[in-house]
């Protein structure tokens, strides 16, 4: 299972200078809740919601949704390892929560400052780095080459 964080959502649907590896949304993805807003938050500030707007609910049509229930919010209030910014303590509090449950759960995010802490807390154990990725450079199919988003 993958943790989808705005970063990738974002290269993703605006086609920026990173692209994710096809490979990734092959794969079951999760979010919190935060994932939908953040994404059209930044869709509407550059007026893209005529041009965008179906890519964008296709996209998040396909994340498994972990809402900002209590015990995710709990965590959040919790210490980290290292200082972090409030939405980074959701994500991290919701991809723990995962784990507390039985869930194998990697990062796909482009922020490294989130890799770094998630890293640190294991909740990282395989995460998507921030280093720029031509289209098409991914491993091909039934290649033995580990996941770009694997340590």
């Known amino acids: 299972m993958i943790y989808l964080d705005t ?3 974002l290269a993703q649907l605006l ?6 590896p096809g490979a990734l949304w092959q794969e079951p993805l999760v979010s919190s809740r935060l994932l939908e807003y ?14 965008h707007g179906d890519d964008v609910r ?7 949704w972990i809402e ?3 015990p995710v919010l709990a965590r959040a209030l919790e210490p980290f390892p290292t200082p972090v910014r409030t939405l980074d303590a959701l994500r991290l509090a919701s991809i723990e929560f995962l784990r507390a449950h039985g869930q194998v759960v990697e990062l796909a995010s482009y922020d490294e400052r989130l890799v770094g802490i998630a890293r640190g807390l294991s909740a990282g154990a395989g995460c ?8 098409g450079s991914g491993p091909t199919e039934g290649s033995s080459a580990p996941r770009p988003w694997q340590s």
């Open 128 to 135: 998507l780095t921030g280093s720029p990725r031509p289209p």
């Open 58 to 64: 296709a996209l998040l049509g396909r994340v498994a």
């Open 15 to 20: 086609a920026e200078d990173r692209e994710p």
């Open 68 to 70: 900002m229930a209590p």
């Open 7 to 9: 970063s990738v959502a």
């Open 38 to 51: 953040e994404v059209w938050t930044r869709i509407h500030a550059r007026r893209l919601g005529r041009t």
